[in-house]
């Protein structure tokens, strides 16, 4: 899987969102708002399968691996904050989670493509193995708190090695059009 990077023109974007700037790129920044259009954004790139149902157990999609099977694909925003890839169910206030909670909501799927919205309207997709994150998860190095980007980057080096394309907003936009136009969504 391939490394995507994308920049958004705020000045458009926050005129058609009826925004300023600053409040675009802060609200592009979050990832309870962001993470619906990543979802979207990953669909048209890695041309997977979106489920059907929002309430799908554990992940977003499914790509065709050859032959038979699927690989089951989770959408998740990185930010200022980090990124947590337990179920939403274990995260927040009053909610529990420990290192078995967390491999069991990693075991329901594949990969991760991990949008990175830290530096918007500059955007990074980024593929991991989940297999690599429950290694983490076993040696005490991702837990329920999560990581923050540069640990993620120190701790899985083989996402350094990823080659990163280029993409262009138009381009990105024809992707999501065509997808659009191969399942019959609205325009």
Known sequence: ??????????????????????????????????????????????????????????YDGTIKAGGFEKLRISIKSLTKSGIKFQQSVNQGAGRKC????????????????????IDFPIVKTIPIKVEYLKELVKTDQLTCGGLKRNNLLKLIPELNLLKLVKISIDNLRKKINKKSMNTGDIK
């Open 1 to 58: 899987m391939k490394s995507y990077k994308f920049v958004f023109d705020v000045k458009s974007l926050s005129n058609e969102v009826c925004l300023t700037e600053k409040d675009t790129i802060n609200s592009f920044r979050d990832g309870r708002v962001v993470s619906r259009f990543s979802e979207h954004w990953a669909e048209a790139l890695y041309k997977f399968k979106k489920s059907k149902s929002s309430n799908q157990p554990g």
């Open 98 to 117: 420990n290192n078995d909670l967390l491999l069991e909501s990693l075991d329901q799927f594949d990969y991760v493509v991990v949008i990175d919205v």
